[in-house]
């Protein structure tokens, strides 16, 4: 109901009820994705911790010493194989339309929410949705030509 009074409340009465079930949806749709983001997170942290075993005692370090160990064991097939994914990832993303781009960097690189982004390239919320979208679209159909799973 504020963001429909702050940002339209110039409007007429017919237009109110379709833009308030818009900004509910938006904001509906913004919570669940802040939220799925949040548990994958809470769910990283949660397989740090130690098990009930070994009486508690976890370091980050000898975590990390052991990824570290495991990476080196990949083969030097898996890691060129890796690092073509994701320089063909990169050329796909310098390929895209400039907008497209500055939303989908925005977005997912530098963790913005819709409401940051859309302020930052100066365009409305809307916008900065349909920029994400298409760029996701054009990058998964471009990627699966190259023969990447998406």
């Known amino acids: 109901m504020m963001k429909l009074s702050i940002h339209y409340g ?3 009465e017919a237009e109110l009820q379709p833009l308030f079930q818009r900004i509910l949806s938006n904001t509906i749709m ?3 994705r802040r939220k799925k983001t949040h548990s994958a997170l809470i769910s990283n942290f949660t397989d740090m911790e130690g098990d009930a075993d070994d009486g508690g005692d976890f370091d980050v370090l000898e975590s990390l010493l052991a990824s570290d160990q495991v ?4 083969s030097a097939e898996s890691q060129l194989e890796r690092s073509q994914v994701l320089l063909a990832i990169e050329n796909e993303v310098k390929e895209l339309p400039q907008r497209q781009r500055e939303a989908f960097l925005l977005r997912y690189w530098e963790d913005l929410d819709v409401a940051e982004t859309a302020e930052v390239m100066g ?7 349909t920029h994400c979208f298409r ?6 159909k471009a990627l699966s030509t190259k023969g990447i799973k998406t």
């Open 135 to 140: 760029a996701v679209q054009a990058l998964a």
């Open 10 to 12: 110039d409007r007429s």
């Open 123 to 129: 365009c409305t919320q809307g916008s900065v949705k």
């Open 71 to 74: 990476t080196a064991q990949h």
């Open 30 to 32: 913004d919570w669940f």
